[in-house]
Antibody, heavy 121, light 110 residues
Framework: EVQLVESGGDLVQPGGSLRLSCAVS????????MHWVRQIPGGGLVWVSR????????TYADSVKGRFTISRDNAKNTLYLQMNSLRVEDTSVYFC??????????????WGQGTTVTVSS | SYVLTQPSSVSVAPGQTAKITCGGN??????VHWYQQRPGQAPLLVVH???DRPSGIPERFSGANSGNTATLTINRVEAGDEADYYC?????????????FGRGTKLTVL
């Protein structure tokens, strides 16, 4: 069974930094693109970033470009999201998700339970 | 950037059929995916590529996509179907690409 477990969420001051992790098990992690998606409590889903299976290609939402960095360690089966220059509006639950390998489109077929990031002074 | 429009809420009685729409410019030319999110839980993929169901998703869930509207249909609605539903597409026209979600539809089972 594929499992994604996020960690690293915390309370941080505006302007601060945080690194989220997503540990993946039950699947060959290095075969899949991966994503980060966030959700304000009571709000909708907002895509943040994605990374290719080999880590060579990354894409970001405009709202986080230049502040957030997605990366992965295929030897450790772990996905990361380095978040710098955090803003109050970055407060969200952050989910990692796998890109569905059997689709010709980009679709997220397995999700973690999320980790909460709160940016507040 | 590409915009997906969903009704904020849909209500249906148990045993009836729920239809949740997702509007977008020429969305029929795109692959549309649907997620269910129950309160306090992670999203769950229920339909992908317009009308395919992942393993384990009941046949009661189906999708269609044509013109400017995609539709998620839930037949014989059950209390456990009460959740938020999001549509999603991949917008390859914007820069290096962008995953776009609709704002979600709250399905209430009366």
């Amino acid at each position: 069974e594929v499992q994604l477990v996020e960690s690293g969420g915390d309370l941080v001051q505006p302007g601060g930094s945080l690194r989220l992790s997503c540990a993946v098990s039950g699947v060959s992690f290095s075969d899949f693109w991966m994503h980060w998606v966030r959700q304000i409590p009571g709000g909708g889903l907002v895509w943040v970033s994605r990374i290719s299976a080999d880590g060579a290609t990354t894409t970001y939402a405009d709202s986080v470009k230049g502040r957030f960095t997605i990366s992965r360690d295929n030897a450790k089966n772990t996905l990361y999201l380095q978040m710098n220059s955090l803003r109050v509006e970055d407060t969200s639950v952050y989910f990692c998700a796998r890109d569905h390998p059997g689709s010709s489109s980009v679709v997220l077929d397995v999700w973690g339970q999320g980790t909460t990031v709160t940016v507040s002074s | 950037s590409y915009v997906l429009t969903q009704p904020s809420s849909v209500s249906v009685a148990p045993g009836q059929t729920a239809k949740i729409t997702c509007g977008g410019n020429n969305i029929g030319f795109r692959n549309v995916h649907w997620y269910q999110q129950r309160p306090g839980q992670a999203p769950l993929l229920v339909v992908h590529d317009d009308d395919d169901r992942p393993s384990g998703i009941p046949e009661r869930f189906s999708g269609a996509n044509s013109g400017n509207t995609a539709t998620l249909t839930i037949n014989r609605v059950e209390a456990g179907d009460e959740a938020d539903y999001y549509c999603q597409v991949w917008d390859s026209d914007s820069g290096r690409g962008n995953v776009v979600f609709g704002r979600g539809t709250k399905l209430t089972v009366l």
